[in-house]
């Protein structure tokens, strides 16, 4: 069983800054493609960041230059560092890892498509 919990959200307001973050839970020993996804009000779930195992990154348009990914293997976390908030920013931001093995005595199992259950970011003075 695996589990991702996130943390860090809140109000902020336009051009402030907040850092979210996600904590895998479980017997984990690896985790691959680990990302922060995000869904408005009324919009459909957009991806904002992935982060490989070996560190290389990838954003969406709408956040380069403002959002930093980063991730540390050895606690099985992940965050999203936001600066220069816009109120388009505001949505559930949601982690999420593409693979997860655990290992316990029952054995080696793997998770494809683990998703956090989402905390509230809103920007808004």
């Known amino acids: 069983q695996v589990q991702l919990v996130e943390s860090g959200g809140g109000l902020v307001q336009p051009g402030g800054s907040l850092r979210v973050s996600c904590e895998a839970s479980g017997s984990i020993f690896s985790i691959n493609g680990m990302g922060w996804s995000r869904q408005a009000p009324g919009q459909e779930r957009e991806l904002v960041a992935v982060i490989t195992r070996g560190g290389t990154t990838e954003y969406a348009d709408s956040v380069k230059g403002r959002f930093t990914i980063a991730r540390d293997n050895a606690k099985n976390t992940w965050s999203l560092q936001m600066n220069s908030l816009k109120p388009e920013d505001t949505a559930v931001y949601y982690c999420?890892?593409?693979?997860?093995?655990?290992?316990?005595?029952?054995?080696?199992?793997?998770?494809?498509?683990?998703w956090g259950q989402g905390t509230l970011v809103t920007v808004s003075s």
């Open positions: 999420h890892a593409q693979e997860m093995y655990t290992e316990d005595d029952s054995g080696i199992k793997k998770y494809f498509g683990v």
